[in-house]
């Protein structure tokens, strides 16, 4: 079975541009979590969705947003890039079939964003 | 509301020596704890989970952990590592009924020979 697939793997964008990720989930999985990662704040959730509805928000502004669709992929957007989104930004996908917290998560390769 | 104290940020260990990674986490609810390792230029790969039952679970790669709920801890543990085990390893927590997982900062171990 194909793991999570992530495109693209790398993006350079300019301040001010905005920018949009891709995230296939493992063939079955029905949530997709978004995750952003940098040397400073580490591993940070920004939200999941599920049935193509927002289920859980991390706390970031509003610039970031995703979305869902009825196949279960998913794509994250992030508005007025600022030098500080530059980082890699991880998508997972999990079964969702006992509920939530149990579930385990698998994560794809990720997308490495630069803002200049 | 979770959190994971990952005490150590770097581990430095020669090859065929055991090794123990750190990880205490908080929760005011049932937590579940998973260990995550990161490859270099990769995602996330999952090495274990403890999600109820035996306190002892039995990971890939030859790497167990111990939930200990009076410590509030998950150590990882791996009896010989080896050159390949290196990497960065993430403990983290999810509760409650979000599936959201809180990570810890991370524990950069490296192997030497």
């Known amino acids: 079975k194909a793991g999570v697939t992530q495109t693209p793997r790398y993006l350079i964008k300019t301040r001010g541009q905005q920018v949009t990720l891709s995230c296939s989930p493992i063939?079955?999985?029905?949530?997709v979590s978004w995750y952003q990662q940098t040397p400073g704040q580490g591993l940070q959730f920004l939200f999941e969705?599920?049935?193509?509805?927002?289920?859980n928000k991390g706390n970031f502004p509003g610039r970031f947003s995703g979305r869902q669709f009825s196949n279960s992929r998913s794509e994250m957007n992030v508005s007025t890039l600022e030098l500080g989104d530059s980082a890699l930004y991880l998508c997972?996908?999990?079964?969702?079939?006992?509920?939530?917290?149990?579930?385990?998560?698998?994560f794809g390769p990720g997308t490495r964003l630069l803002v200049l | 509301a979770q959190s994971v104290t990952q005490l150590d940020s770097q581990v430095p260990v020669f090859e065929e020596a055991p090794v123990e990674l750190r990880c205490n986490y908080s929760?005011?609810?049932?937590?579940?704890l998973f260990w995550y390792v990161q490859y270099p230029n990769q995602g996330l790969q999952l090495l274990l989970k403890?999600?109820?039952?035996?306190?002892l679970v039995k990971g890939i790669n030859g790497f167990e952990a111990e939930f200990n709920k009076s410590q509030t801890s998950f150590h990882l543990r791996k009896p010989s590592v080896h050159i390949s085990d290196t990497a960065e390893y993430f403990c983290?927590?999810?509760?409650?009924?979000?599936?959201?997982?809180?990570f810890g900062t991370g524990t950069r171990l490296q192997v030497t020979l």
């Open positions: 983290a927590v999810s509760g409650g009924t979000a599936s959201k997982l809180t």
């Open positions: 997972a996908s999990s079964l969702l079939a006992s509920g939530g917290a149990a579930e385990t998560q698998y």
């Open positions: 929760s005011s609810v049932s937590v579940y």
């Open positions: 063939s079955g999985h029905r949530s």
């Open positions: 969705y599920f049935s193509e509805t927002q289920r």
């Open positions: 403890y999600l109820s039952g035996s306190t």
